[in-house]
């Protein structure tokens, strides 16, 4: 069973999968940093100057201050910081629409590419070997229609 593990691994590995899925990481990674720019840069300054000049990342909602008693130990603040959470809100909402956007764009390719008929794009060897099989049975199906009507 252990080799059994192994070898299947060793499948998974070659096949590329994980070389997918470290670019995957890696991109995922750098569009993280471009993301959180575009929020914490371009997004929230007009947002905040258009509410008054609210930093969001810094509201919060305190459910008990903090206080400093002397001889005593100071008892930290209490509260909920709901400001960044509308911070990772936007984030996700940007993240959300990019990755719409870019699996709408490879599906249309891919629709028009696996459109035998569509001459502009290059239709891939599958997709041709598919539609000349349905051509022959077509014909085939037509010429023992033929036959059968014949035999009547």
Same mark, same amino acid.
């Given at each position: 069973?252990?080799?059994?593990?192994?070898?299947?691994?060793?499948?998974?590995?070659?096949?590329?999968? =994980?070389?997918?899925?470290?670019?995957?990481?890696?991109?995922? *990674?750098?569009?993280?940093?471009?993301?959180?720019?575009?929020? @914490?840069?371009?997004?929230?300054?007009?947002?905040?100057? =258009?509410?008054?000049?609210?930093?969001?990342?810094?509201?919060?909602?305190?459910?008990? /201050? *903090?206080? /400093?008693?002397?001889?005593?130990?100071?008892?930290? #603040?209490? *509260?909920?910081?709901?400001?960044?959470?509308? #911070?990772?809100?936007? /984030?996700?909402?940007?993240? *959300?629409?990019?990755?719409?956007?870019?699996?709408?764009?490879?599906?249309?390719?891919?629709?028009?590419?696996? /459109?035998?008929?569509?001459?502009?794009?290059?239709?891939?060897?599958?997709?041709?070997? =598919?539609?000349?099989?349905?051509?022959?049975?077509?014909?085939?199906?037509?010429?023992?229609? @033929?036959?059968? #009507? #014949?035999?009547?």
């Amino acid at each position: 069973m252990k080799f059994k593990l192994i070898e299947e691994f060793k499948e998974f590995a070659v096949k590329g999968n =994980m070389i997918d899925i470290a670019v995957g990481v890696i991109i995922g *990674a750098a569009f993280n940093k471009v993301v959180n720019t575009l929020v @914490k840069e371009i997004l929230m300054p007009p947002l905040s100057m =258009m509410t008054n000049g609210t930093i969001w990342e810094n509201k919060k909602l305190v459910l008990r /201050d *903090a206080v /400093d008693v002397e001889g005593a130990p100071k008892v930290e #603040e209490v *509260a909920i910081g709901y400001g960044k959470l509308i #911070e990772a809100g936007v /984030d996700f909402l940007i993240i *959300a629409l990019t990755v719409f956007l870019i699996v709408k764009a490879m599906n249309t390719v891919k629709k028009k590419a696996d /459109d035998p008929k569509n001459v502009t794009v290059a239709t891939p060897k599958n997709i041709e070997l =598919m539609n000349k099989t349905n051509e022959l049975l077509e014909k085939q199906n037509e010429f023992l229609r @033929k036959v059968l #009507e #014949e035999r009547g």
